[in-house]
């Protein structure tokens, strides 16, 4: 049985960095693709960035966080983080990793595996 979990949330002000972290274990089983997904307060959670699993690591963002947030996955650990710069009081959400065994998506229910989701919260 596949876990995910995901590390890293927490306060901060606008304008800070944050790096979230988050490994599948269990079942031996490596996602095709890594994704981070978001929801915030009072909205449907969203696509944030996903990551394939060819050599080259291709990337996707949604375009809310396209030049402030970098994706990464490492295939030997099993695991993806997600990098985010000059956050904003919008990036506040609760933010979850996601796997599927398939190519990119930006739709959640192409994923089958979650986390439990970890907090960000962005405000002065």
């Known amino acids: 049985q596949v876990h995910v979990a995901e590390t890293g949330g927490g306060a901060v002000q606008p304008g800070d960095s944050l790096r979230l972290s988050c490994v599948f274990s269990g079942g031996n089983f490596t996602p095709k693709t890594m994704a981070w997904f978001r929801q915030p307060p009072g909205k449907d959670r969203e696509f944030v960035a996903a990551v394939s699993s060819h050599v080259y690591g291709f990337t996707f963002y949604a375009d809310s966080v396209r030049g402030r947030f970098s994706i990464s996955r490492d295939n030997q650990k099993n695991t993806v983080g997600l990098e985010m710069n000059s956050l904003k009081a919008e990036d506040t959400a609760i933010y979850y990793c996601?796997?599927?065994?398939?190519?990119?998506?930006?739709?959640?229910?192409?994923?089958?595996?979650w986390g439990q989701g970890t907090q960000v919260t962005v405000s002065s």
């Open positions: 996601a796997g599927r065994d398939g190519g990119t998506s930006q739709s959640a229910s192409a994923y089958g595996y």
